[in-house]
């Protein structure tokens, strides 16, 4: 062909297409499962390139496993590919009902992470006298689903919080069953009604590891594991990471049903398993994927990529920062025709906030926040998640927290995170007093200030720019607590409490903590994966922190735990039902 001006140009365009789906991207690998090394494919060839109608190298399947390089094949009703809370869970369920299943693990063990589980109308919930039933949820309901602007998918809300008891209670059978203990963590009081949210959130701890809010989900895991292979019979195939699935009969086949996969054992060798009735995905995450999560989550993309640890693999990683899983589940189901989830982009899991004592839980600091110029930048009364958020949308990210001596005084006590409503796990709030001996060991350990006087304090704030600035901040701030009226950001009079007792304390924080991506695969309110035409694809399901259009905007925890206790336990356990019934 003629390189004339005109060529050049047509050439140019289609290149610049490719560029600007790429952007962030130059000099990145292209994951392991990639067939090509470029990040971004141009699948058209003329000026109007629409940049969605471009491959990425992770939507390229490489070439199919034969038959012929199998080595071993087995075969149950159901194969659930993935070994923490959501798989194991369906597992359970599923042989119950009375399927053979057989669960393969890319890890050498069962594993989740965190352990809040959200619950509606438990029998422990109702033990303790919480009042909190599928209409009583209703309000909070509604507020989440209006914080998504509605791009999440009702139906699986509505199968979750009626179906919400009853697979929780089966949940915690199972858990005391293997001596598990359950507490109830506090609830989330908004002094505005918002986002109150009662207590609801169930862990499971014991003596050697009480603090069930942060680490009760690998204890779950290790214990449906107990339950799916001692009492059930099942088997588990760890350290055998599903490398494709077969449609039709086929690796990475795009028509028919789902039935089976391939697998690589731990010798290298190719191991196949047949379906039966169906394959349920629930391979977490695909945090660690840097094309994904530019593709489908930029903004957490931009914010996070500097943290997240991309590329590396560890499937036996627990609670951690820097990224979790690649992706695996979801590439595959895509090789084979299923279709990504609607809503737009991915939700990131985050949190942190504004940094100080906490009159709730999961409380953001409700006392004065401020930016790098010295200026308050929101209502400080919200949640850590959307305080998080907050930080990270400010200059440098970075925010300081201003409150005094008798702000310990506010309340008759301090619930630490990982407490519970019954304090069974020996998780005890603290005193007033103990509160401020709490702030003044982060003084010696440099993560907190103090001073006598206001100026000291904010002479001693490492990157505030304008010091002038925030003393006249706190100087307004403390006008509005006098007369009951904050004039700039509304926040409740019943919490505007005046800094003007030394000494005085702050506390300052840069960026967020990162835990995860949610969503992917589009799928009906069955967990049936589905096609680009909304088609389901039969034999395929998926379950866990993979599914789609079960969040939106952001998992903000205004109902903490919502997806273990949504999606890893109640969705996953009427999966379990449902395969097996096919």
């Known amino acids: 062909m003629k390189m004339d001006r005109r060529n050049f140009l047509k050439g140019a365009a289609v290149a610049g297409a490719a560029l600007t789906a790429g952007a962030a991207l130059g000099g990145c690998s292209s994951s392991a499962n990639s067939t090509s090394n470029s990040s971004v494919t141009a699948s058209s060839t003329g000026l109007t390139a629409d940049v969605h109608d471009q491959k990425w190298a992770f939507e390229i399947a490489p070439s199919a496993i034969e038959d012929s390089q199998v080595q071993q094949t087995y075969t ?39 352990g809040s589980n959200h619950a509606i109308g438990s029998k422990v919930q109702k033990s303790y006298g919480i009042d909190y039933s599928p209409d009583k949820a209703r309000t909070i309901a509604k507020t989440e689903q209006t914080s998504g602007t509605y791009f999440m998918d009702k139906r699986k809300w509505a199968n979750w919080i009626n179906n919400s008891a009853e697979s929780v209670d089966w949940m915690i059978d199972k858990m005391t069953a293997k001596g598990l203990q359950v507490s109830i963590e506090p609830g989330y009081y908004d002094p505005d009604g918002v986002i109150t949210v009662p207590d609801a959130s169930h862990n499971f701890f014991t003596a050697e590891q009480p603090f069930g809010a942060l680490f009760g989900a690998p204890l779950q895991a290790q214990a449906y594991a107990d339950t799916f292979t001692t009492d059930l019979g099942g088997t588990i195939y760890y350290n055998t990471p599903v490398k494709q699935l077969t449609r039709g009969g086929a690796a990475n086949g795009t028509s028919g049903r789902v039935d089976g996969c391939i697998a690589q054992d731990a010798d290298g060798n190719y191991v196949k398993f047949v379906a039966n009735k169906a394959v349920v995905l629930a391979t977490g995450d695909f945090s660690r994927d840097k094309d994904m999560m530019a593709k489908y989550s930029p903004w957490a993309y931009d914010h996070f990529k500097d943290v997240i640890e991309w590329g590396t693999v560890n499937y036996d990683i627990g609670l951690n920062y820097t990224g979790l899983m690649n992706g695996d589940g979801h590439k595959m189901a895509l090789w084979i025709g299923a279709a990504w989830q609607k809503t737009y982009p991915n939700a990131p899991m985050i949190n ?10 999961i409380s953001n600091f409700w006392g004065c926040n401020l930016d790098v110029y010295g200026k308050r930048y929101q209502n400080e009364n919200t949640n850590f998640a959307y305080g998080a958020t907050a930080v990270e949308q400010l200059p440098q990210r970075t925010a300081f927290g201003i409150w005094d001596i008798n702000y310990a005084y506010t309340q008759d006590k301090w619930d630490p995170f990982g407490s519970c409503v019954n304090n069974v796990n020996g998780i005890m709030p603290y005193t007033p007093e103990e509160y401020i001996a709490v702030w003044d060991k982060a003084v010696t350990e440099g993560t907190y200030y103090k001073a006598d006087t206001i100026e000291a304090l904010v002479a001693q704030l490492d990157g505030l720019e304008d010091e002038a600035a925030a003393i006249e901040t706190i100087k307004n701030y403390n006008a509005y607590a006098q007369n009951g009226y904050d004039e700039e950001f509304q926040v409740n009079p019943n919490i505007l409490y005046p800094i003007s007792t030394p000494p005085f304390y702050a506390s300052k924080t840069v960026g967020s903590t990162f835990l995860t991506i949610t969503g992917g695969i589009r799928t009906n309110s069955d967990m049936q994966a589905m096609d680009e035409d909304d088609n389901a694809i039969e034999g395929l399901y998926t379950t866990g922190i993979m599914v789609g259009d079960f969040y939106a905007n952001s998992y903000n925890f205004v109902m903490p735990g919502q997806n273990l206790g949504g999606i890893c336990c109640t969705l996953s356990y009427l999966l379990g039902h449902h395969v097996a019934t096919l």
């Open 352 to 361: 942190g906030g504004c940094a100080g004592p906490t009159h709730a839980v």
């Open 76 to 114: 149950a009703d159901v194969i659930v590919v993935g070994s923490g809370m959501a798989g194991l869970a369906t597992a359970c369920s599923a042989k119950e009902a009375g399927s053979s299943v057989i669960v393969v693990s890319a890890g050498s063990m069962p594993l989740s992470r965190g």
